[in-house]
T-cell receptor
Framework: GDSVTQMEGPVTLSEEAFLTINCTYT??????LFWYVQYPGEGLQLLLK?????DKGSNKGFEATYRKETTSFHLEKGSVQVSDSAVYFC?????????????FGKGTHLIIQP | DAGVIQSPRHEVTEMGQEVTLRCKPI?????LFWYRQTMMRGLELLIY????????DSGMPEDRFSAKMPNASFSTLKIQPSEPRDSAVYFC??????????????FGPGTRLTVL
């Protein structure tokens, strides 16, 4: 079945550091890919998405590029802030029409220190 | 719009008791999803509805779990009887299918369930 693997956390960085959170997937065909963010005590919010190969999703300084050849969708940000501290989830949705449920990775807890 | 509304936000109960979690999706959304989040298993899709009809319940862990959607603005997830291993955060999400596939799912704040 479909699956998403993302790097284990927690990831601890200093403010203004460069961020990469790795995500790889296994799926039939070409799914759509997503990054969701969960701030403490809240539900998940969509951060960015990409629906086909070589698409780049971007939002709030975060970027991720859909790499079909490596089945990856790594999340990057050039300069992180304390307010970016949260849990980040990589997810996929299979092609096939409709609005099927998302398959999530385990999540990566990001801690940004001032 | 108020977003997806879930109640209660926290629930503490004893093993063997019935638990009912509630969800109000965003008005106009025709898909509703129930997810469970635990440290061990991460986020898992339990069941989802389209136009109030259950489409895929393969993620429901066992017969103790049931979900209903009597109308477009309300859904329940029931656990009877509850067990300590059901302790988790349960999320409801909704989305609107349209001409564009893979529309964004909007999540509620979750219900943190603790079964003693």
């Amino acid at each position: 079945g479909d699956s998403v693997t993302q790097m284990e956390g927690p990831v601890t960085l200093s403010e203004e550091a460069f961020l990469t959170i790795n995500c790889t997937y296994t799926a039939t065909g070409y799914p759509s890919l997503f990054w969701y963010v969960q701030y403490p005590g809240e539900g998940l919010q969509l951060l960015l998405k990409a629906t086909k190969a070589d698409d780049k999703g971007s939002n709030k300084g975060f970027e991720a590029t859909y790499r079909k050849e490596t089945t990856s969708f790594h999340l990057e940000k050039g300069s992180v802030q304390v307010s970016d501290s949260a849990v980040y989830f990589c997810a996929l949705m299979p092609k096939g029409g409709g609005a099927d449920g998302l398959t999530f990775g385990k999540g990566t807890h990001l801690i940004i220190q001032p | 719009d108020a977003g997806v509304i879930q109640s209660p936000r926290h629930e503490v109960t004893e093993m063997g008791q019935e638990v009912t979690l509630r969800c109000k999706p965003i008005s106009g959304h025709d898909y509703l999803f129930w997810y469970r989040q635990t440290m061990m298993r991460g986020l898992e899709l339990l069941i989802y509805f389209n136009n109030n009809v259950p489409i895929d319940d393969s993620g429901m862990p066992e017969d103790r779990f049931s979900a209903k959607m009597p109308n477009a603005s309300f859904s329940t997830l029931k656990i009877q009887p509850s067990e300590p291993r059901d302790s988790a955060v349960y999320f409801c999400a909704s989305s609107s299918a349209g001409p564009i596939q893979h529309n964004e799912q909007f999540f509620g704040p979750g219900t943190r369930l603790t079964v003693l």
